[in-house]
C-alpha cells in the first residue's frame, strides 16, 4: 500500500472521529461523514489497485492547492531540478506544478521537470554509462529536495526523486548505505549550486510561478548571470 493510499485513509479516519466528537454538538447528521468516509475509502481501494497511486494523488494535491504554502513548496522544489539542470548542462524540455498537469504529461506526482535525457538512455543501453554523466543526473533528482531545504529548513518532497535515484543505484550493485552516502552528497552538491545561484534561483521561481514558458525559463538564468557547467 503505498503513502497517498495512506493518507486517504487517515483523512476517512479523521473525519469519522471528528463527526463522533463534534457531530452532535453542530447538528450533522451521521450520514453526511459516514458516506464522505465509504466514498474515501472506496477512492482509497480503486487507485491502490487501478491507478498506481495516481487517483489518491490527484485527490491529495486537490485539496492541498487551497494552500498557498503547499503550493509555494512544489514551485520552490521544482524550480530547484530546473536550475540544476540548466547549470549542469542538461536541457529542460518542460515542467508541471500540480499533479493534474503532471498525470496529463505522464509523469507521476505532484509536479515535475522533464529533461532531454536522451544521452543517459543511450548510454544505459549500451552499458557503458560513464560516471560523470550519472553524478550530474543524480544531483539533478536531489535538487527539487536541496531546494526545500534552503528555503524551508526542511524537505516534505522528493520520495519520488529518491526511489528513482536508489533503484539506479541498487542497479549498479551499490549497497543500502553507498546509496544514502550518493544520496546526501547529491544533495550537498545540489544545494551548493543552487546558493551559488540564489538571484537566479529566486528570479526562476518568480517566472515559474508565472507559467512562463521553458524558453522564458532560461532567458530569465542568462539575464541573472548562470553559467552552465557541461563538464
Same mark, same amino acid.
Request: include cysteine.
Given at each position: 500500500?503505498? /503513502?497517498?493510499?495512506?493518507?486517504?485513509?487517515? =483523512?476517512?479516519?479523521?473525519? &469519522?472521529?471528528?463527526?463522533?466528537l463534534?457531530?452532535?454538538? !453542530?447538528?450533522?447528521?451521521? +450520514?453526511?461523514?459516514?458516506? +464522505?468516509?465509504?466514498?474515501i475509502?472506496?477512492?482509497?481501494?480503486f487507485?491502490?489497485?487501478?491507478?498506481e497511486g495516481?487517483?489518491?494523488?490527484?485527490?491529495?494535491d486537490?485539496?492541498?492547492?487551497?494552500?498557498?504554502e503547499?503550493?509555494?513548496?512544489i514551485? @520552490?522544489h521544482?524550480?530547484? @531540478?530546473?536550475?540544476?539542470?540548466?547549470?549542469l548542462?542538461?536541457?529542460?524540455t518542460?515542467?508541471?506544478l500540480?499533479a493534474?498537469?503532471? +498525470?496529463?504529461q505522464?509523469? /507521476?506526482?505532484?509536479?515535475?521537470?522533464?529533461?532531454d535525457?536522451?544521452?543517459?538512455l543511450s548510454?544505459?543501453?549500451?552499458?557503458? =554509462?560513464? +560516471?560523470?554523466?550519472?553524478?550530474r543526473?543524480y544531483? !539533478?533528482? &536531489?535538487?527539487g529536495?536541496?531546494?526545500?531545504?534552503?528555503v524551508?529548513?526542511?524537505?516534505?518532497?522528493?520520495?519520488?526523486?529518491?526511489?528513482?535515484? &536508489?533503484?539506479?543505484?541498487?542497479?549498479?550493485?551499490y549497497?543500502?548505505?553507498m546509496?544514502?552516502?550518493?544520496?546526501?552528497?547529491?544533495?550537498?552538491?545540489?544545494?551548493?549550486?543552487?546558493?551559488n545561484?540564489?538571484s537566479?534561483?529566486?528570479?526562476?521561481?518568480?517566472? &515559474?510561478?508565472?507559467?512562463a514558458t521553458?524558453c522564458?525559463?532560461?532567458?530569465i538564468l !542568462?539575464?541573472?548571470?548562470?553559467?552552465? @557547467?557541461n563538464?
Open positions: 500500500m503505498n /503513502k497517498t493510499t495512506l493518507n486517504l485513509i487517515a =483523512i476517512s479516519v479523521f473525519l &469519522m472521529t471528528f463527526s463522533i463534534l457531530g452532535p454538538l !453542530i447538528n450533522l447528521s451521521p +450520514t453526511v461523514p459516514a458516506v +464522505t468516509t465509504f466514498a475509502l472506496g477512492i482509497a481501494t487507485d491502490s489497485w487501478g491507478l495516481r487517483g489518491g494523488t490527484l485527490f491529495l486537490l485539496i492541498g492547492r487551497f494552500s498557498k503547499y503550493r509555494e513548496r514551485l @520552490h521544482e524550480a530547484g @531540478h530546473f536550475l540544476v539542470a540548466y547549470v548542462g542538461v536541457a529542460v518542460g515542467y508541471t500540480s493534474w498537469e503532471a +498525470t496529463k505522464k509523469q /507521476k506526482g505532484l509536479g515535475g521537470v522533464t529533461f535525457d536522451v544521452e543517459l548510454q544505459f543501453e549500451k552499458g557503458r =554509462i560513464t +560516471t560523470q554523466i550519472l553524478e543526473y544531483t !539533478i533528482w &536531489m535538487a529536495i536541496a531546494a526545500e531545504k534552503l524551508y529548513s526542511h524537505s516534505s518532497g522528493g520520495a519520488d526523486d529518491q526511489n528513482k535515484l &536508489m533503484g539506479v543505484l541498487k542497479s549498479l550493485g549497497s543500502q548505505s546509496c544514502e552516502q550518493k544520496q546526501r552528497f547529491s544533495v550537498l552538491q545540489a544545494k551548493t549550486i543552487i546558493e545561484n540564489w537566479g534561483y529566486q528570479a526562476l521561481v518568480d517566472t &515559474m510561478r508565472e507559467r521553458v522564458e525559463c532560461q532567458n !542568462i539575464k541573472q548571470g548562470a553559467i552552465v @557547467h563538464s
